[in-house]
T-cell receptor, first 113, second 112 residues
Framework: DTGVSQDPRHKITKRGQNVTFRCDPISEHNRLYWYRQTLGQGPEFLTYFQNEAQLEKSRLLSDRFSAERPKGSFSTLEIQRTEQGDSAMYLC???????????FGEGSRLTVL | QQQVKQSPQSLIVQKGGIPIINCAYENTAFDYFPWYQQFPGKGPALLIAIRPDVSEKKEGRFTISFNKSAKQFSLHIMDSQPGDSATYFCAARFANAGKSTFGDGTTLTVKP
């Protein structure tokens, strides 16, 4: 399977703990995106990379969130000092930079107790 | 601030019906308008997309109608089937930028 893969699929953590999610994009895609989705809402943009460069970060993203894409391959999204409001599905997507088509992974569901 | 407004929030049709989902936008900087389909527990998957220089695009049973002057676009599903029951999201991508902004989704139920 050459789709976008995300790990872990589910994470339950206590408030104040740090969590990290990993995304492996489709290999030939140079753009990688992180979105957050809560129940009953559409995906909300967090950040995106072109190759290893982080080109945009949402103003909604607090400084507790950090994302990296070393060497332009896989990406990690870390949330420090988690809060209950961080509970959501974190979606990763990739694309070729000349198309608008996003290929999403199945997401990483975070529950903060 | 909601950049793309989607309606209705939910929709129930009988098998064979033609559900229509509408979206409206304000920002003329958008240059690509996709629709995504999402099943429970899965990520969204691209269904069909249109660029603003085209008024209609059809792929199989799915049709997008685009009205540039009204800043509206809609998804029509012909001969709907129970397997089409899912949540549908419209989206819009900023020209020369990477990100897309999504509507809040429409939950479609097709009754057999």
């Amino acid at each position: 399977d050459t789709g976008v893969s995300q790990d872990p699929r589910h994470k339950i953590t206590k408030r104040g703990q740090n969590v990290t999610f990993r995304c492996d994009p489709i290999s030939e895609h140079n753009r990688l995106y992180w979105y957050r989705q809560t129940l009953g809402q559409g995906p909300e943009f967090l950040t995106y990379f072109q190759n290893e460069a982080q080109l945009e970060k949402s103003r909604l993203l607090s400084d507790r969130f950090s994302a990296e894409r070393p060497k332009g391959s896989f990406s990690t999204l870390e949330i420090q000092r988690t809060e209950q409001g961080d509970s959501a599905m974190y979606l990763c997507a990739s694309s070729l930079d000349w198309t608008g088509e996003l290929f999403f992974g199945e997401g990483s569901r975070l529950t903060v107790l | 601030q909601q950049q793309v407004k989607q309606s209705p929030q939910s929709l129930i049709v009988q098998k064979g019906g033609i559900p229509i989902i509408n979206c409206a936008y304000e920002n003329t900087a958008f240059d690509y308008f996709p629709w995504y389909q999402q099943f429970p527990g899965k990520g969204p998957a691209l269904l069909i997309a249109i660029r603003p220089d085209v008024s209609e695009k059809k792929e199989g049973r799915f049709t997008i109608s685009f009205n540039k002057s009204a800043k509206q676009f809609s998804l029509h599903i012909m001969d709907s089937q129970p397997g089409d029951s899912a949540t549908y999201f419209c989206a819009a991508r900023f020209a020369n930028a990477g990100k897309s902004t999504f509507g809040d989704g429409t939950t479609l139920t097709v009754k057999p």
